[in-house]
């Protein structure tokens, strides 16, 4: 008889943005003359910029022509699209890496979940909490997150809770914790749009580095960044022999249609002597087959320098996106955080409400949707996510619905 992965039985309810659509297609069910605004779920409403159009064609009209037909490409990403994302994305870092560091993919969010399948099924993980679910669920899939706790927690995975009082960044966990074996850290936040800085980001790698541990860094929102920040890990003196680090096209360059994403594992990064590079070549030349030649030449146009300057306006627009719902939060006098180097606005509940209240009275009595802080973690309780990525008319819309509402 067949037996089932015991593990899936163990995940609380479903995925938390299928917990909000299925809400908010409720809510649009029964009231079809109400406008809805979505704040919620980070996609992106902006057209794809003229040069990814313009490659996008070009590579279809290759795929009409027997003598520039492309079939099965390179499972690990076409060298035209690895040596741009190290020239152009690390070079203007000053970070030197190798194109067959770089693993193209169809998304962060695949590479962050798959990740783990490199590494020994009973694994001890550390997470932020509030914590992007990905990074919890995908472990817990596989066994090394335990059971779940009535508390939101598992009892196998290590929360560092990233709060008011600590401004959101995860502190080093005390020596007389075991260290864990794979730590996630997400700069920009996902959701508390929080960021860090070189100093603290120097004692994680110092930490990983002394106990052992691998630090996996997303750094999908990067792009955001307007102070004088770390974009990348590998700005980090060590990185490379602790830390392997996803980034993705989806909010860069507005590929959430699309799909393309990267990861970089450095040749230095070894466990027991063995090349993790090696391990999730294997991994990924077996289960995956490649992002499509279409995309690849998408995200190569989004390297060129016309490229480059039309997803910087693109970035403008969502990042003065973030600005107007920042100052119109903060002028209701509500506690806010992110919107400056990040697409993403964390705020307290007002009026002692709870994160699902909240969402609920902004969904009923507003017709906006944002996202409940106790869905990435008990460390959200009392705490919700607005994004930037709506339209700017849509954007100014929803902060004068809250504030008539409040």
Request: hydrophobic share 40%; with cysteine.
């Amino acid at each position: 008889m067949a037996r089932i992965n015991e593990n899936y039985t163990r995940l609380p309810g479903s995925y938390l943005f299928s917990d909000i659509a299925k809400r908010v297609s409720a809510f649009t069910a029964a009231h079809p003359d109400r406008s809805i605004i979505r704040l919620g779920i980070g996609d992106v409403t902006r057209p794809l910029a003229p040069s990814v159009i313009s490659a996008l064609h070009q590579a279809v009209a290759e795929q009409a022509d027997a003598a520039t037909f492309r079939g099965y490409g390179p499972e690990l990403g076409y060298d035209f699209l690895r040596q741009k994302i190290a020239d152009v994305h690390y070079g203007r870092l000053g970070v030197k890496i190798d194109t067959d560091e770089i693993f193209v993919s169809d998304g962060a969010k695949s590479d962050t979940g798959n990740i783990g399948d490199i590494f020994a099924a009973d694994s001890t993980v550390a997470v932020c909490d509030p914590v992007y679910p990905v990074y919890v669920d995908t472990n817990a899939m596989a066994g090394k997150a335990g059971h779940y706790q009535s508390s939101g927690h598992w009892d196998r995975i290590l929360y560092l809770p990233c709060t008011q009082e600590n401004g959101f960044i995860p502190e080093i966990p005390s020596p007389h914790v075991p260290a864990p074996e794979l730590i996630y850290l997400c700069f920009p936040n996902n959701p508390t749009g929080s960021t860090i800085n070189a100093i603290d980001l120097q004692d994680w790698v110092d930490y990983a580095r002394r106990n052992g541990s691998v630090i996996f860094y997303d750094a999908a929102y990067e792009s955001y960044i307007t102070e004088d920040l770390p974009h990348s890990i590998y700005e980090i003196e060590g990185a490379r022999e602790c830390a392997i680090e996803f980034c993705s096209f989806s909010k860069t360059a507005g590929f959430t249609g699309i799909r393309l994403g990267f990861t970089v594992v450095p040749k230095e990064l070894r466990i027991d002597g063995i090349a993790l590079n090696s391990l999730w070549a294997r991994r990924q030349s077996t289960k995956f087959n490649g992002a499509s030649y279409l995309t690849q030449r998408a995200g190569e146009a989004v390297y060129s320098e016309q490229g480059q300057k039309e997803i910087r306006e693109t970035i403008a627009y969502y990042q003065d996106n973030a600005r107007v719902i920042r100052e119109g939060l903060l002028a209701m006098g509500w506690s806010v955080f992110g919107g400056k180097n990040a697409p993403y606005i964390w705020l307290k509940t007002p009026q002692n409400l709870s994160s699902w209240e909240f969402f609920d009275l902004l969904l009923n009595k507003a017709g906006v949707v944002g996202t409940p802080g106790s869905g990435f973690g008990p460390a959200g309780e009392g705490y919700f996510r607005l994004t930037a990525f709506g339209s700017a008319e849509n954007t100014a819309a929803a902060i004068e619905r809250i504030r008539t509402l409040f």
